[in-house]
Nanobody, 122 residues
Framework: QVQLVESGGGSVQAGGSLRLSCAASGLTIRHYTMGWFRRAPGKGRDKIAA????????YYADSVKGRFTISRDNAKKTVYLQMNSLKPEDTAVYYC???????????????WGQGTQVTVSS
């Protein structure tokens, strides 16, 4: 009964910020690399960020590097995505994921959340 539940999505103007949270249950979070994907309207699912269990290694897509920061709190079984300097092209459904890799943009993940909508307006 692994569950990944995202929260923190919403609407924001370009240049604004949001912080997404993902609460994990049913798994030992320290055993998993955690991360985020997103799917824009009419487009595929893209890997955005990932972080190893210890936080020692991270992955960021070029499209978000320098603007987004992934972090995790294993004691709280939660992973975060701080999104700054948001752009309209960041509009998408954002999905939490567990069991992915920090080394490539490979789309695989063992577990997925249901997603949270982020809308960035001009």
């Amino acid at each position: 009964q692994v569950q990944l539940v995202e929260s923190g999505g919403g609407s924001v103007q370009a240049g604004g910020s949001l912080r997404l949270s993902c609460a994990a249950s049913g798994l030992t979070i320290r055993h998993y690399t955690m991360g985020w994907f997103r799917r824009a309207p009419g487009k595929g699912r893209d890997k955005i960020a990932a972080i190893t269990w210890s936080g020692d290694t991270t992955y960021y897509a070029d499209s978000v590097k320098g603007r987004f920061t992934i972090s995790r709190d294993n004691a709280k079984k939660t992973v975060y995505l701080q999104m700054n300097s948001l752009k309209p092209e960041d509009t998408a459904v954002y999905y939490c994921a567990a069991g992915l890799t920090v080394h490539t943009a490979a789309p695989h993940s063992d577990y997925w959340g249901q997603g949270t909508q982020v809308t960035v307006s001009s």
